[in-house]
């Protein structure tokens, strides 16, 4: 019964992330050469609810989506996340791309579940602190994203990121913290808050199951 409900929450979040991934503007939306993303929220929540591995995999397939995207629907920064678009100053894409598009994608899978779980152990799982248990592993778990994504960019494609954006020298990393702190903390707001709201009642219906099997 128990592998039962997790098969169907764990097919209901890859709906909803192949769902974010068909609606413009909704799973994706454009802000500047970046995309801001609410793609990231529902593998935060199945983290907490349904813990790191199924995390790691819906995280994984967000990433998967996020390079196929970035190969048909092209954008100035879609080289870095598709292997298959050349790197500016290039004709050919880059093997790095990858690791872009996934690593940061599967450690949001992983992170909130370990940091709620931690704080859970640090309140003595009280039932007042689940909230802000639950709003501080989605926050962090968003930010995992964003700062892991952009320092990857940094890293790993300096010199093009530099060209697509126009900047040159200490601006490059000057506008690598500015999207970290405009977009990035915005979307971090918004999935802390929808983690609070969506995981809350998920893991009171999770228990309750659990407690009337008992």
């Keep these: 019964m128990k592998n039962t409900k997790t098969f169907t929450l764990t097919a209901m979040f890859l709906a909803i992330l192949l769902l974010l991934s068909a609606v413009p503007f909704l799973g994706f939306i454009p802000i500047g050469p970046i995309n801001a993303t609410t793609m990231h929220i529902p593998v935060i929540i199945a983290s907490i609810v349904l813990g790191p591995k199924i995390g790691a995999f819906l995280g994984g397939v967000f990433g998967i989506i996020s390079m196929i995207r970035s190969t048909i629907v092209l954008s100035p920064l879609s080289f870095v996340f598709s292997p298959f678009i050349p790197v500016i100053g290039t004709d050919q894409g880059s093997w790095k791309a990858i ?15 370990f940091v709620f779980m931690g704080l859970k152990k640090v309140t003595n799982n009280k039932t007042t602190s689940q909230t802000v248990s639950l709003f501080i592993a989605g926050f962090l778990g968003s930010v995992t994203n964003t700062i892991l994504v952009m320092n990857l960019i940094y890293f790993l494609f300096k010199d093009s990121y530099a ?41 009171r219906l999770v228990k309750k199951n659990a407690t009337q099997k008992l």
């Excluded at 690791?99 to 579940?113: K, Q």
């Excluded at 601006?171 to 977009?183: D, E, K, N, Q, R």
């Design 163 to 203: 060209q697509s954006i126009g900047v040159s020298g200490n601006a490059i990393y000057t506008g690598i913290l500015t999207v970290i702190f405009t977009s990035g903390v915005v979307e971090a707001i918004v999935a802390a808050v929808a983690t609070v709201g969506v995981a809350s009642v998920l893991l």
């Design 99 to 113: 690791i872009v598009a996934l690593v940061p994608r599967i450690l949001i899978g992983i992170v909130p579940y």
